[in-house]
Each structure stands twice: as structure tokens, then as C-alpha cells.
């Protein structure tokens, strides 16, 4: 079965190597981050911030989305990740 869409689309560009997936483990070990105030995803803010990550990719619109930047990080959706991919950036 062929998947479509934009998170299929960008899950193929990181296996065509087109760019670093930033992953852990485990999130204790990440310095905490204030930024959504006891959020369960201030995790992501801080892996984001330790990994020097260009963009966070989410879903959640009423979270990490309506952030729009964390640090030197810019946190936009699937859609707009699968746009800037096939854009050449």
C-alpha cells in the first residue's frame, strides 16, 4: 500500500536522507523548558533546544503550534515542513 499526504511525504524524505531526524530515548535527561508551563510537551522544546533543531514538526495546534518559534527553533506543521521540502529548503 502507497502512503500519501504530508506526513508520508516527509517520512520518505527522511529516508531518502534529505535531512536529520532528531530523537531520544528518553526525555528526562533534557534540561527543563518553561515555555508551555507543565505542558507534557515541554520534552520537545528542550530536545529541540539541545539538538539545535531547525523546526519542530507538530500537529498540535493549540500547544506547540500557536508557539511558532522556540529559541533558534521554528515549530510549524506537517504541511508547511512538506511545502519548505519540496520548496528545496
Known amino acids: 500500500m502507497v502512503q500519501v499526504g504530508h506526513p508520508a511525504a516527509i517520512y520518505r524524505a527522511w529516508q531518502e536522507g534529505h535531512f536529520r531526524l532528531l530523537t531520544c530515548r528518553e526525555h528526562r535527561p533534557l534540561a527543563a523548558c518553561q515555555a508551555l ?3 507534557t510537551d515541554d520534552f ?4 529541540s533546544e ?3 533543531a531547525d523546526y519542530l514538526v507538530t500537529g498540535d495546534k493549540s500547544g506547540l503550534l500557536s508557539l511558532a518559534r522556540h529559541a533558534g ?3 510549524i ?3 508547511e515542513f512538506a511545502t519548505l521540502r519540496s520548496s528545496g529548503h
Open 50 to 52: 539541545a539538538g539545535k
Open 44 to 47: 520537545l522544546l528542550a530536545l
Open 37 to 39: 508551563s507543565g505542558s
Open 77 to 79: 506543521s506537517a504541511s
Open 73 to 75: 527553533t521554528q515549530i
